[in-house]
């Protein structure tokens, strides 16, 4: 989620006023005024946003459901499982949606213009592990002070950490423990360090000889916590960018860089950080100041974002794709250079 830059402007008199007939905005007798947004169609308020959404629906459930079942001879054929299809529907986006709306809906409080949410599908099997790539929504407006910006980035990531933690406790449940041997010819997941306390909870101690295989509730639980920890990253205009902008405006910028190249060090643990580290930078890791960046934020969010400093803290994992350097350059035909 990105925000424009934006001047930064005197210390407001008096409370944020909601939009008004009043064009382009700005500063009033009454306070910071915020500009009309212009009419846009109906196309442009919600019907991109509701095609994207539908469009992902159908991509998460065809990516959850596909299965390839064998027939005598050897043969295979392709199938869908509905059940399994529509579990991942349901837990991946009832987190994703809790988490953009709410984004949406403190902005909107806030009377800060925001765009519904921009869902992406990525309908690919075998390169897609959930049949989406998340969202995002666009803010459209300056926001009016820090206590704004704090408020609209950590909403997003707490809403969806709070709806994640039910769809991880019945992933938990549902999924199955098998020999390690067998599972090793699928896909294997780090864990995050709330993944693994909920595991022990449920399943006991896992024995060495056995992993733990997830089905689609787990999965989104997963993909949930994964999305949490790369958004709460204290770089630039991601969510945890916002928040430490919000508490921390004059070291932002510092933690912002050397969060960024702990990024690109992240792909010491495998190839699947590259995309991650080249998405940061362009984002940039200077974050816009708010039109008031003098107005305080108060010591009850400096608590809130302790809050979101444990969340992230239980949500994120080194390795989320457990495929090393030296698998990247098996599957490539490259094995020699590893001797």
Sequence with gaps: MGLPPSPTGPDPQGPLLPYEPLSPGGW???GWVLPVPPRRSAWQRWGRNLLLFVLTVLSVFFVGGLRAVGLPGGSVVWGLDYVEGSQLVVGLLSILLAHEMGHYLTARRYGVDATLPFFIPFPVPGMSL??????????????????????????????GFAVCLPVLWLG????????????????????????????????GPIPADRTLMLGPLGLAAWFGLLVTALNLMPIGQLDGGHVTYSLLRNRARRISIAASWVAVALVYFGPSWILWAVLVRVLGRRHPSTLDDDAPVGRGRAWVGVLALVVFVLCFVPDPIQFSWRDFFEAVGLKRLLH
């Design 28 to 30: 009033t007798s009454a």
């Design 130 to 159: 959930v049949g989406t790539l998340g969202a995002f929504i666009r803010i459209r407006a300056p926001i009016p002070h820090r206590k704004a910006l704090f408020d609209i980035g950590v909403a997003g990531p707490l809403a």
């Design 172 to 203: 938990i449940q549902q999924a199955r423990l098998m020999p390690t041997d067998h599972a090793e010819a699928g896909l294997m997941l780090g864990e995050p360090l709330l993944f693994q306390w909920m595991t022990r909870l449920v399943h």
